[in-house]
């Protein structure tokens, strides 16, 4: 039997786009600290409200988005989405004291939001469905190139040349994503008048798809680990004397990834959701107790590989799961719902690991998150796992 094409010139257009974004979020985020410090002369609590901010923000701009992006239209909130995040990137150029920097952090925060909660539904419905765990896997690499590419190139700029150049840069990738943008098109929602009536209702509902909850839920677990490591393996490398091995962790995390997100998705779509997701847990569980471990640079960078197929895995497959236990009509619903629970334990993780870490030490925090990552392993069984017939979850209509 003949597959459905996957590399539609819309797939490409909008995996570029999404690439783009993520290039510029990761270019600005890795500095935002350090600029509020050095610049503003912020305290380093103040530079981490900046950094936190920002994902508060997003989250509840992912909220929104959710609710209404079928009834504005996908392209158009998209365009919403960009035009944001663009008022943001020029408003930094403006910024001279730091009350004003929170603002449009905020701003910036809420562009982000849209624009990638926008782009996460269009490839939703662009992908055909007896290919999505593949589909959203190749997509995913979009995040996953923008979080390796992204900081390096922040920080050369920061370092070598100025901020405003970082900026400058934002803005060059914002008119790339713009000129693209015009190409791309978007199959409308065909929703009933039924289905409308219901997503203008201001219930709970519209708001959240709870049949997202399970699976978005474990994602927070797993989520929450994961912030251990963006979140302290400098300060840790520094601690254990592996800062060399340290700067080219991310880069074989994202390779690993690369390498094997091919493969991944192709499985998830032939054998079923649980033959890739169980071996995700283990193998994530299995990266962070090496890194726990680690003495030598080869251990540090072994962890990485572990860490890479087994997060990455999980990441792109679960929400691949959110997106088929929806109706289609509530794919936006869908999507926005995972992505803002799921980037919870991200966005308040590295606050509470951060008081655990004096009492326990590194090493004995990152065991920890491994026995949280066999926890969520549980809770996926129970929630999703064991409901799959014959390896597959039946799509919803």
């Known amino acids: 039997m003949n597959k459905s094409r996957l590399w539609t010139k819309n797939f490409i257009i909008n995996t570029i786009i999404n690439f783009l974004i993520f290039l510029g979020y990761y270019s600005l985020m890795v500095v935002i600290a350090v600029y509020a410090i050095d610049q503003l002369k912020a305290t380093p609590s103040q530079a981490g409200l900046a950094a936190g901010i920002f994902i508060v923000a997003a989250l509840f701009s992912r909220i929104l988005t959710g609710r209404a992006i079928e009834q504005v239209g996908r392209k158009k909130m998209l365009y919403i989405g960009l035009m944001v995040f663009s008022i943001a990137t020029v408003l930094y150029f403006k910024v001279t004291y730091f009350p004003f920097f929170i603002i449009v952090r905020i701003i910036h925060g809420i562009g982000f939001g849209i624009s990638t909660t926008s782009t996460a539904t269009i490839i939703a419905n662009i992908i055909p469905q007896d290919r999505r765990g593949e589909g959203i896997g190749f997509y995913s690499l979009s995040v996953t190139l923008g979080s390796a590419i992204g900081p390096l190139i922040g920080m050369n700029l920061y370092q070598y040349v100025s901020f405003q150049a970082i900026l400058i840069l934002c803005v060059a990738l914002l008119v790339v994503i713009f000129v693209q943008s015009i190409f791309l098109k978007i199959p409308k929602a065909e ?32 989520y929450f680990s994961y912030s251990s490591i963006i979140g302290f393996l400098s300060i840790y490398t520094k601690e254990i004397n592996l800062v060399g091995a340290g700067s080219f962790f991310f880069m074989v ?87 803002a629970i799921a980037e919870m334990g991200i966005g308040l993780g590295p606050y509470f690991l951060g008081l655990l870490i004096p009492v326990m030490g590194f090493r004995m925090l990152y065991l920890t998150m491994a026995i949280i990552a066999i926890i969520a392993m549980f809770g996926y069984y129970f929630v999703h796992g064991r409901k799959v017939k014959n390896g597959v979850t039946p799509l919803v209509d």
């Open 191 to 222: 929703l009933t008048v039924e289905q409308l009536d219901d997503m203008k209702r201001l219930t709970l509902n519209n708001f959240f798809e709870f049949k997202v909850l399970p699976i978005a839920i474990v994602a927070t677990l797993v």
């Open 253 to 339: 995390y994202s390779l690993s990834i690369l390498i094997s997100r091919p493969l991944i998705g192709r499985l998830f779509d032939s054998k079923g959701e649980n033959f890739v997701m169980y071996p995700s847990f283990v193998l994530f569980a299995i990266g962070l107790v090496i890194l726990s471990q680690a003495h030598q640079g080869v251990i540090l960078l072994l962890s990485a590989v572990f860490l890479g197929i087994g997060f990455g895995t999980f990441a792109s497959s679960g929400q691949t799961i959110a997106i088929k236990v929806s109706p289609a009509h509530r794919m936006g619903l869908a999507t926005s719902t995972f992505l």
